[in-house]
Protein backbone atom coordinates (compact mmCIF):
# COMPACT_ATOMS: atom_id res chain seq x y z
CA UNK A 1 0.00 0.00 0.00
CA UNK A 2 1.03 3.15 -0.55
CA UNK A 3 -0.01 6.70 -0.47
CA UNK A 4 0.39 10.51 -1.54
CA UNK A 5 1.76 11.55 1.62
CA UNK A 6 5.39 11.84 2.02
CA UNK A 7 6.53 10.29 5.01
CA UNK A 8 8.54 11.45 7.42
CA UNK A 9 9.94 11.40 10.83
CA UNK A 10 7.44 14.10 11.53
CA UNK A 11 4.43 13.06 9.67
CA UNK A 12 5.00 9.21 11.10
CA UNK A 13 4.76 11.13 14.77
CA UNK A 14 1.80 12.90 13.91
CA UNK A 15 -0.14 9.65 12.11
CA UNK A 16 0.65 7.91 15.56
CA UNK A 17 -0.47 10.26 17.77
CA UNK A 18 -3.05 11.32 15.92
CA UNK A 19 -4.51 7.17 16.11
CA UNK A 20 -3.49 7.60 19.66
CA UNK A 21 -5.84 10.68 20.48
CA UNK A 22 -8.68 9.62 18.19
CA UNK A 23 -8.60 5.79 19.55
CA UNK A 24 -8.82 4.76 16.19
CA UNK A 25 -5.83 1.86 15.40
CA UNK A 26 -4.41 2.00 11.86
CA UNK A 27 -2.61 -0.45 9.26
CA UNK A 28 1.08 -0.39 9.98
CA UNK A 29 3.26 2.60 9.04
CA UNK A 30 5.37 0.61 7.34
CA UNK A 31 2.50 -0.88 4.88
CA UNK A 32 2.89 3.23 3.79
CA UNK A 33 6.45 3.46 4.40
CA UNK A 34 8.65 0.59 3.26
CA UNK A 35 11.68 2.21 4.06
CA UNK A 36 11.27 2.77 7.71
CA UNK A 37 14.35 1.12 9.07
CA UNK A 38 15.12 0.82 13.03
CA UNK A 39 17.49 4.32 13.06
CA UNK A 40 14.65 6.32 11.66
CA UNK A 41 11.61 4.25 13.99
CA UNK A 42 13.72 5.18 17.24
CA UNK A 43 14.01 9.13 15.75
CA UNK A 44 9.81 8.76 15.27
CA UNK A 45 9.68 7.50 18.65
CA UNK A 46 12.04 10.43 20.24
CA UNK A 47 9.77 13.10 17.97
CA UNK A 48 6.52 11.62 19.52
CA UNK A 49 8.10 12.15 23.43
CA UNK A 50 9.12 15.55 22.29
CA UNK A 51 5.65 16.21 21.46
CA UNK A 52 4.53 15.17 24.43
CA UNK A 53 6.99 16.52 26.80
CA UNK A 54 6.13 19.90 24.99
CA UNK A 55 2.73 19.11 26.16
CA UNK A 56 3.57 18.98 29.56
CA UNK A 57 4.50 15.04 30.27
CA UNK A 58 8.03 14.37 32.35
CA UNK A 59 9.73 11.38 31.32
CA UNK A 60 9.96 9.16 34.02
CA UNK A 61 12.01 6.75 32.75
CA UNK A 62 12.03 3.55 29.85
CA UNK A 63 10.87 0.91 29.03
CA UNK A 64 11.91 -2.45 27.74
CA UNK A 65 9.43 -4.62 25.14
CA UNK A 66 9.84 -8.13 24.11
CA UNK A 67 12.34 -8.96 26.38
CA UNK A 68 10.54 -13.03 26.95
CA UNK A 69 10.40 -15.79 24.79
CA UNK A 70 6.56 -15.32 25.33
CA UNK A 71 6.12 -11.83 24.22
CA UNK A 72 8.68 -12.22 21.10
CA UNK A 73 6.44 -15.13 20.21
CA UNK A 74 3.56 -14.05 20.09
CA UNK A 75 4.18 -10.91 18.66
CA UNK A 76 6.27 -12.49 16.14
CA UNK A 77 9.50 -10.34 16.92
CA UNK A 78 12.57 -12.27 18.22
CA UNK A 79 14.38 -8.95 18.83
CA UNK A 80 14.17 -6.63 22.37
CA UNK A 81 13.31 -2.68 21.99
CA UNK A 82 13.34 -0.02 24.25
CA UNK A 83 10.48 3.59 24.81
CA UNK A 84 9.75 5.98 27.02
CA UNK A 85 7.95 6.07 30.59
CA UNK A 86 6.42 9.54 31.06
CA UNK A 87 4.04 10.42 34.09
CA UNK A 88 1.50 10.75 31.97
CA UNK A 89 1.01 6.55 31.74
CA UNK A 90 1.28 6.11 35.59
CA UNK A 91 -1.75 4.71 37.03
CA UNK A 92 -2.19 4.78 40.73
CA UNK A 93 -2.71 1.69 42.39
CA UNK A 94 -6.16 0.49 42.77
CA UNK A 95 -7.57 2.87 39.57
CA UNK A 96 -8.93 0.90 37.32
CA UNK A 97 -7.75 0.82 33.23
CA UNK A 98 -9.57 2.88 31.90
CA UNK A 99 -10.50 1.01 28.60
CA UNK A 100 -13.20 3.88 27.49
CA UNK A 101 -9.79 6.09 26.95
CA UNK A 102 -7.69 3.32 25.00
CA UNK A 103 -7.82 1.43 21.61
CA UNK A 104 -7.94 -2.47 22.58
CA UNK A 105 -5.79 -2.30 25.59
CA UNK A 106 -4.26 -5.49 27.08
CA UNK A 107 -1.88 -6.01 30.19
CA UNK A 108 1.19 -8.02 31.13
CA UNK A 109 3.09 -8.69 34.49
CA UNK A 110 6.55 -7.08 34.77
CA UNK A 111 9.53 -6.47 37.05
CA UNK A 112 10.34 -3.15 38.12
CA UNK A 113 13.08 -1.57 38.59
CA UNK A 114 13.57 2.09 40.17
CA UNK A 115 17.32 3.45 40.19
CA UNK A 116 19.20 4.79 43.19
CA UNK A 117 22.22 5.94 40.43
CA UNK A 118 23.00 6.93 36.88
CA UNK A 119 23.74 4.26 34.36
CA UNK A 120 25.19 4.32 31.47
CA UNK A 121 26.06 2.42 28.96
CA UNK A 122 28.41 1.38 27.06
CA UNK A 123 29.62 -2.16 28.95
CA UNK A 124 26.75 -2.18 31.43
CA UNK A 125 26.61 -5.63 32.76
CA UNK A 126 23.70 -7.30 34.65
CA UNK A 127 25.61 -6.94 37.59
CA UNK A 128 26.99 -3.19 37.19
CA UNK A 129 22.58 -2.81 36.01
CA UNK A 130 21.94 -4.28 39.33
CA UNK A 131 23.85 -2.10 41.08
CA UNK A 132 22.35 1.20 40.20
CA UNK A 133 19.27 -0.01 41.59
CA UNK A 134 17.27 1.21 44.49
CA UNK A 135 13.85 -0.75 44.30
CA UNK A 136 12.32 -3.65 42.95
CA UNK A 137 8.72 -3.48 42.27
CA UNK A 138 6.09 -5.99 40.48
CA UNK A 139 4.13 -4.00 37.70
CA UNK A 140 1.59 -4.56 35.51
CA UNK A 141 2.15 -2.83 32.31
CA UNK A 142 -1.26 -1.68 29.89
CA UNK A 143 -0.27 -1.81 26.40
CA UNK A 144 -2.54 0.02 23.77
CA UNK A 145 -0.77 -0.49 20.15
CA UNK A 146 -1.90 1.92 17.95
CA UNK A 147 -2.01 -0.82 14.95
CA UNK A 148 -5.00 -3.07 13.94
CA UNK A 149 -4.69 -6.22 15.86
CA UNK A 150 -1.54 -5.78 17.89
CA UNK A 151 -0.09 -6.90 14.53
CA UNK A 152 3.59 -4.58 13.42
CA UNK A 153 6.78 -5.13 12.46
CA UNK A 154 9.87 -4.03 14.69
CA UNK A 155 10.47 -0.78 13.12
CA UNK A 156 6.60 -0.03 13.17
CA UNK A 157 6.48 -1.17 16.99
CA UNK A 158 9.16 1.24 18.01
CA UNK A 159 7.93 4.24 16.09
CA UNK A 160 4.78 3.78 17.76
CA UNK A 161 6.92 3.26 21.52
CA UNK A 162 6.31 -0.03 21.77
CA UNK A 163 2.27 0.01 22.34
CA UNK A 164 3.19 2.17 25.85
CA UNK A 165 -0.41 3.11 27.79
CA UNK A 166 0.04 3.10 31.14
CA UNK A 167 1.38 1.32 34.27
CA UNK A 168 0.61 0.40 37.63
CA UNK A 169 3.62 -1.00 40.11
CA UNK A 170 2.55 -2.94 43.30
CA UNK A 171 3.21 -1.78 46.94
CA UNK A 172 5.70 -4.17 48.07
CA UNK A 173 9.33 -2.11 47.84
CA UNK A 174 12.37 -4.61 48.05
CA UNK A 175 15.83 -3.91 47.65
CA UNK A 176 17.36 -5.54 44.78
CA UNK A 177 19.64 -8.00 47.23
CA UNK A 178 16.35 -8.83 48.97
CA UNK A 179 15.09 -11.48 46.88
CA UNK A 180 16.29 -14.31 44.02
CA UNK A 181 14.85 -12.45 40.64
CA UNK A 182 15.38 -15.21 38.57
CA UNK A 183 13.24 -17.49 41.07
CA UNK A 184 10.58 -14.46 41.36
CA UNK A 185 7.33 -15.76 40.48
CA UNK A 186 4.31 -14.58 39.18
CA UNK A 187 0.76 -15.88 38.59
CA UNK A 188 -1.25 -14.25 36.20
CA UNK A 189 -5.06 -14.69 36.84
CA UNK A 190 -8.07 -13.29 34.82
CA UNK A 191 -11.78 -13.36 37.15
CA UNK A 192 -10.06 -15.79 39.46
CA UNK A 193 -8.68 -18.21 36.87
CA UNK A 194 -4.90 -18.59 36.28
CA UNK A 195 -4.12 -18.27 32.91
CA UNK A 196 -0.43 -18.09 33.04
CA UNK A 197 2.94 -18.16 35.12
CA UNK A 198 6.47 -16.91 34.77
CA UNK A 199 9.35 -16.41 37.01
CA UNK A 200 11.78 -13.31 36.41
CA UNK A 201 14.23 -15.93 34.70
CA UNK A 202 11.70 -15.16 31.62
CA UNK A 203 13.02 -12.02 30.91
CA UNK A 204 16.44 -12.23 29.45
CA UNK A 205 17.68 -14.73 32.08
CA UNK A 206 17.63 -12.37 34.71
CA UNK A 207 15.65 -9.09 34.56
CA UNK A 208 19.42 -7.04 35.24
CA UNK A 209 20.07 -8.70 31.53
CA UNK A 210 17.15 -6.62 30.50
CA UNK A 211 18.30 -3.43 32.30
CA UNK A 212 21.76 -3.77 30.87
CA UNK A 213 20.28 -3.98 27.34
CA UNK A 214 18.32 -1.12 28.02
CA UNK A 215 21.18 1.06 29.21
CA UNK A 216 23.90 0.06 26.54
CA UNK A 217 21.01 0.31 23.77
CA UNK A 218 20.34 3.70 24.62
CA UNK A 219 23.71 4.39 25.08
CA UNK A 220 23.80 4.50 21.19
CA UNK A 221 21.33 7.08 21.40
CA UNK A 222 23.08 9.33 23.74
CA UNK A 223 21.23 8.27 26.86
CA UNK A 224 21.66 7.68 30.23
CA UNK A 225 19.23 6.05 32.64
CA UNK A 226 18.78 8.73 35.52
CA UNK A 227 18.57 8.28 39.31
CA UNK A 228 14.89 8.03 40.05
CA UNK A 229 13.71 6.69 36.81
CA UNK A 230 11.41 3.70 36.45
CA UNK A 231 12.61 0.57 34.03
CA UNK A 232 9.87 -1.91 32.81
CA UNK A 233 11.81 -5.05 32.44
CA UNK A 234 9.19 -6.18 29.68
CA UNK A 235 6.39 -8.59 29.65
CA UNK A 236 7.41 -12.31 31.94
CA UNK A 237 3.79 -13.91 29.87
CA UNK A 238 1.89 -13.11 27.21
CA UNK A 239 -0.31 -9.94 27.80
CA UNK A 240 -4.25 -10.79 28.41
CA UNK A 241 -6.98 -7.89 26.98
CA UNK A 242 -8.60 -6.45 29.90
CA UNK A 243 -12.24 -5.31 29.51
CA UNK A 244 -14.93 -3.63 31.46
CA UNK A 245 -15.78 -5.21 34.52
CA UNK A 246 -12.61 -7.75 34.13
CA UNK A 247 -10.11 -8.04 37.08
CA UNK A 248 -6.72 -8.96 36.43
CA UNK A 249 -4.49 -9.98 39.39
CA UNK A 250 -0.50 -10.84 39.17
CA UNK A 251 0.41 -12.50 41.89
CA UNK A 252 4.25 -12.30 42.75
CA UNK A 253 5.84 -14.78 45.31
CA UNK A 254 7.35 -12.16 47.09
CA UNK A 255 6.65 -8.91 45.37
CA UNK A 256 3.03 -9.00 46.40
CA UNK A 257 -0.39 -9.00 44.44
CA UNK A 258 -1.14 -6.09 41.47
CA UNK A 259 -4.33 -6.09 40.82
CA UNK A 260 -6.28 -4.27 38.14
CA UNK A 261 -9.48 -3.68 36.82
CA UNK A 262 -10.92 -2.82 33.90
CA UNK A 263 -13.83 0.62 33.99
C1 LIG B 1 4.81 -4.33 22.20
C2 LIG B 1 5.24 -3.89 23.57
C3 LIG B 1 5.97 -5.00 24.27
C4 LIG B 1 6.70 -5.92 26.48
O1 LIG B 1 6.73 -5.82 27.71
O2 LIG B 1 7.16 -6.90 25.88
C5 LIG B 1 6.10 -4.81 25.73
C6 LIG B 1 3.50 -5.10 22.24
O3 LIG B 1 3.48 -6.24 22.70
O4 LIG B 1 2.50 -4.54 21.77
O5 LIG B 1 5.71 -3.84 26.34
MG1 LIG C 1 5.55 -4.31 28.50
Not at 100 to 121: A, D, M, N, S, T
Not at 230 to 239: E, S, Y
Request: glycine share 10%.
Amino acid sequence: MSDEHTWTVRSAADVLLGAEATRTDRHPVTDDWPELDLDTAYRVQDELIARKVAAGEKIVGVKLGLTSAAKQQRMGIGSPLTAWLTDAMILEAGAPVPTGELIHPRVEPEIVFVLGERLEGPGVTAESALAAVRSVYAGVEVIDSRYIDFRFTLPDVVADNASSARFVLGGVELGPADLDLVAETCVLSVNGAVVDTATGAAVQGHPAEALALAANALAERGVALEPGWIVLTGGMTDAVFVEPGDRIDAEFTHLGTVTVTGS
